[in-house]
């Protein structure tokens, strides 16, 4: 294996820890970051950006719902329809 270099591994580090990257892919950039603090700390600051955004969707798509009584009462009304 060889290592990517830092402009490869952060071109590809969201793909990486999003598990888009095949092995053969992911092995240069895993081996760079190993080796490379600068690299490390971008991955860091990815891995924490990432959980960030993820909590944030998760907020928004709760505040979104709607009540559990109105999603029953479509539920029903769905079901004596058809």
């Known amino acids: 294996m060889s290592d990517c270099g830092c402009d490869q591994a952060k071109a590809n580090l969201y793909e990486l820890l999003r598990g888009e990257l095949c092995a053969e892919e992911s092995a240069p950039i895993r081996e760079h970051l190993a080796q490379c603090p600068d690299c490390r700390t971008e991955e860091t600051v990815c ?13 928004e798509r709760d505040s979104n719902c709607p009540p559990e009584e109105l999603r029953n009462a479509i539920l029903k009304n769905l ?3 058809g």
């Open 47 to 59: 891995i924490r950006l990432t959980e960030v955004v993820r909590r944030a969707c998760e907020d």
């Open 79 to 81: 079901r004596t329809a």
